[in-house]
């Protein structure tokens, strides 16, 4: 399918038992293929410490990456299964059903107030690029252990200089409440679970990661296909999340970017800049998906 058939498919908003199966098929398909070798490494009892953070940290398990859901207003055409589907309402005709926004704020108000938050102001601020990933190496500064069972790249006094010669300038709490307690203090601005809506910004990878959690969260609200697109998003970033991070993972292929050296920072600086467009774009997609708002625009109530 063209890149403008699609377009034109996630705009309508009445679907055909037919259009909405077959966009259900893919979905599941494009779903199974981004989750085959966590599902593998399941069945095998085998843990990878980069690709099992989406299903660990954030605890989506894939079947729930396989659900379909067409966005918020979408009205499914003979769709009887889904009527007793959360947050779905039925239509104008015998038959049909709609996931429903304000079926959705009325029973989860805070939430949706919180995920509007984090989206729009996320991307209204401009995004910060001095940070060079060191929220990871913060996490195991002077500590005798740390959460992954693998042997720092420096060695710890190594992994200490760096940190000690650099600038901690972590502005997502996520990241922060794990850094260690002498890392803590060596942070430019203290955080908290409060004020982490006003500090948000789309520089900082985990923030990008949390576009799928938000995603998730918004459940039948947001269109299937914009889901996978946030995961896929999710899945990119913490690859350079660990490929800047202290630990030497090279048994699991992963080279790392260097980002003690001004070309690693480098390295880390443009990728980060790309992430930052690519997760605004989503903030975007899925104010509208749920909404009917874009990012400037007052929220439909």
């Keep these: 399918m063209s890149t403008s058939?699609?377009?034109?498919?996630?705009?309508?908003?009445?679907l055909t038992r037919a259009e909405w199966t077959a966009r259900a098929r893919a979905h599941a398909e494009r779903a199974d293929l981004l989750t085959?070798?966590?599902?593998?490494?399941?069945?095998?009892?085998?843990?990878?410490?980069?690709?099992d953070f989406l299903f660990t940290y954030y605890s989506y398990k894939p079947a729930q990456l396989r659900r379909w859901h067409p966005g918020a207003g979408v009205t499914l055409q003979d769709a009887e299964e889904r009527a007793?589907?959360?947050?779905?309402?039925?239509?104008?005709?015998?038959?049909?059903?709609?996931?429903?926004?304000?079926?959705?704020?009325?029973?989860?108000?805070?939430?949706?107030?919180?995920?509007?938050?984090?989206?729009?102001?996320?991307?209204?601020?401009?995004?910060?690029?001095?940070?060079?990933?060191?929220?990871?190496?913060?996490?195991?500064?002077?500590?005798d252990e740390h959460r992954h069972a693998v042997p720092l790249?420096?060695?710890?006094?190594?992994?200490?200089?760096?940190?000690?010669?650099?600038?901690?300038?972590?502005?997502?709490?996520d990241a922060f409440r794990f850094f260690t307690d002498d890392a803590v203090p060596r942070n430019r601005i203290p955080l908290?679970?409060?004020?982490?809506?006003?500090?948000?910004?789309?520089?900082?990878?985990?923030?990008?990661m949390d576009v799928y959690k938000w995603a998730v969260k918004l459940g039948p609200l947001v269109p299937g296909e914009l889901l996978l697109d946030a995961f896929a998003l999710a899945s990119d970033?913490?690859?350079?999340?660990?490929?800047?991070?202290?630990?030497?993972?090279?048994d699991w292929g992963v080279q790392p970017v260097r980002i003690e050296?001004?070309?690693?920072?480098?390295?880390?600086?443009?990728?980060?800049?790309?992430?930052a467009e690519r997760g605004n774009a989503l903030r975007e997609r899925i104010l509208r998906a749920w909404l009917g708002a874009t990012l400037g625009s007052p929220a439909a109530r």
Excluded at 36 to 51: F, I, L, T
Excluded at 192 to 208: I, K, T, V, Y
């Design 153 to 173: 790249r420096l060695g710890r006094a190594g992994t200490d200089a760096v940190v000690e010669a650099g600038d901690l300038r972590c502005t997502h709490f």
């Design 237 to 250: 970033i913490r690859r350079l999340d660990m490929e800047a991070a202290p630990y030497d993972l090279s």
């Design 5 to 14: 058939l699609i377009s034109t498919s996630l705009t309508r908003t009445s």
């Design 192 to 208: 908290s679970r409060d004020s982490q809506a006003d500090l948000e910004q789309p520089g900082c990878l985990h923030a990008g």
């Design 36 to 51: 085959a070798a966590h599902r593998d490494r399941q069945q095998r009892g085998e843990k990878h410490p980069v690709e």
């Design 84 to 143: 007793d589907w959360r947050w779905y309402s039925p239509g104008g005709a015998a038959g049909e059903y709609q996931p429903d926004a304000a079926a959705f704020r009325a029973e989860k108000p805070q939430l949706a107030s919180l995920v509007e938050r984090m989206l729009r102001l996320t991307a209204a601020r401009p995004g910060q690029f001095g940070c060079f990933g060191l929220h990871e190496w913060a996490m195991v500064y002077r500590a």
């Design 261 to 275: 050296t001004a070309e690693g920072k480098s390295e880390y600086v443009r990728r980060q800049r790309a992430f």
